[in-house]
C-alpha cells in the first residue's frame, strides 16, 4: 500500500512574509500533480490544518478551496483522502470540529478524531494527555504501522532540541505529523511541515536542508519512504554578515531556484549592498549589527536546550499531569516564538 501524506499546513491570516492565499493555491496543485506521478492508494493530511482557535472567513475560504482542489483530484483517481486531527485542531476547539465536520461532508471522504484501524494501518489523532495516550499505544499490537499526530521522544523541537518529555516511539513504524523539522529515528518518521510558516521556522545556512519542507509517500509493505520537496514553501533563514565570505553566500542564496525568507544581522559596511538583493528574496529584514547582542544571544541558545530539562525537574509534584504537560508546552512555544 502507498501512502502520500503530508501535515501542519497552519492556515491562518495573512503572513508579512508571503501571499497566504497563493501560497496555498500552488501547494494543493503541488500535491495533486504528485497523486496523478505516484498514484498512491490513500492521501493523508496529519493535522494541523489551521493554526489559531481564531478562525476568520478568509482562512476557512482558503481551507475550502485546499480541500476542494485536492478532493476533486482523489475524486477523479479513486484515491480516499483521510484528515487527522492535531492538536490545533482538538484543544478544546469546538469551532474548528464543526467547520471541520462541514469541509469534510462536502470536500473530502472523512476526518478523524479518535483511534481507528484502517485496512493495514492504525489512524492516532493528536492526544494531550501523556497517560492517555500511553494507554491508547498499549493496546496497539507492537507490529502496528501508525499515521499519527502526537508528542514522542526523538523528535526535533529546533535544530538542536530533542523531545523528551513525549512518549516513546515502541511499534513497529509511527509516521507523525506535529514537529516541522523531518527527522528520523528507529520506529518514527517525523515527515514535517508541507510550508514553513514564519521565522520560529528558521535556520542558519549551515543547516540549510532542515528547512526544506514537503510530502512523504511511503510504503507500507517496503517501509520505504522518500521525501519530496514542496518547491513553493520558503526556506526561513537566520543569517549574519560580517565579512566578504558570508555577503558570497548571501549572493549566492539569491540566485537558487529555492524561495527564501531572510532575517540577516549586517555590519554597516554590507548594509546597502545587502539591501541590493532584496528582490531577490521572498522577504529580506536587515537587522543592525550589534556584537554584544550576538554575544548574548548565543549564550541565550546554548542555555535554551536545557529549558525544557529545567521545567521537568522543577515542576513540583503537586502538579496535574495536565499542568505539567501545559508548562512543557509553554517552553517549547518560547523557544519557537518570532
Request: glycine letters at 4%; a negative charge; charged letters at 25%.
Amino acid at each position: 500500500m502507498k501512502i502520500l501524506c503530508f501535515s501542519d499546513l497552519h492556515i491562518r491570516g495573512k503572513r508579512p512574509y508571503y501571499d497566504n492565499k497563493e501560497m496555498y493555491q500552488k501547494t494543493a496543485k503541488w500535491i495533486a500533480t504528485l497523486l496523478h506521478e505516484f498514484q498512491p492508494d490513500l492521501l493523508i493530511n496529519l493535522g494541523d490544518t489551521f493554526h489559531s482557535i481564531t478562525v476568520s472567513a478568509e482562512d476557512i475560504n482558503i481551507a475550502w478551496n485546499f480541500m476542494a482542489s485536492l478532493s476533486m483530484e482523489c475524486n477523479h483517481l479513486s484515491i480516499p483522502f483521510e484528515i487527522i486531527l492535531g492538536n490545533h485542531e482538538t484543544d478544546g476547539h469546538n469551532n474548528l470540529l464543526i467547520i471541520f465536520k462541514k469541509l469534510v461532508n462536502l470536500k473530502t471522504k472523512s476526518f478523524y478524531q479518535d483511534t481507528i484501524k484502517k485496512e493495514e494501518i492504525i489512524i492516532l489523532p493528536f492526544n494531550g494527555n501523556k497517560d492517555n495516550l500511553k494507554n491508547t499505544m498499549s493496546q496497539i499490537k507492537k507490529d502496528s504501522i501508525i499515521f499519527s499526530h502526537n508528542e514522542f521522544n526523538g523528535s526535533l523541537l529546533t535544530s538542536t532540541l530533542i523531545e523528551k518529555n513525549g512518549i516513546e516511539p515502541d511499534k513497529k513504524l509511527i509516521i507523525n505529523g506535529h514537529y516541522h523539522r523531518r527527522n528520523q529515528k528507529e520506529g518514527l518518521l517525523n515527515v514535517g511541515a508541507c510550508l514553513s510558516h514564519s521565522f520560529s521556522d528558521a535556520e542558519t545556512l549551515d543547516n540549510l536542508q532542515q528547512g526544506l519542507r514537503g510530502a512523504t509517500l511511503f510504503d507500507t509493505i517496503t517501509l520505504e519512504d522518500q521525501f519530496i520537496v514542496n518547491p513553493h514553501s520558503p526556506i526561513f533563514l537566520n543569517l549574519e554578515i560580517s565579512n566578504r565570505e558570508e555577503f558570497q553566500e548571501l549572493i549566492a542564496l539569491s540566485k537558487s531556484e529555492l524561495k527564501f525568507c531572510i532575517r540577516a544581522k549586517v555590519k554597516e559596511v554590507y548594509e546597502q549592498s545587502v539591501s541590493d538583493l532584496r528582490d531577490s528574496f521572498n522577504y529580506l529584514q536587515i537587522l543592525p549589527w550589534n556584537e554584544e547582542e550576538i554575544k548574548k544571544e548565543k549564550v541565550i541558545v546554548n542555555t535554551s536546550n536545557n529549558i525544557l530539562d529545567v521545567l521537568e525537574e522543577h515542576v513540583s509534584n503537586s502538579f496535574t499531569e495536565l499542568d505539567k504537560n501545559k508548562l512543557k508546552q509553554i517552553g517549547k512555544e518560547i523557544l519557537k516564538h518570532d
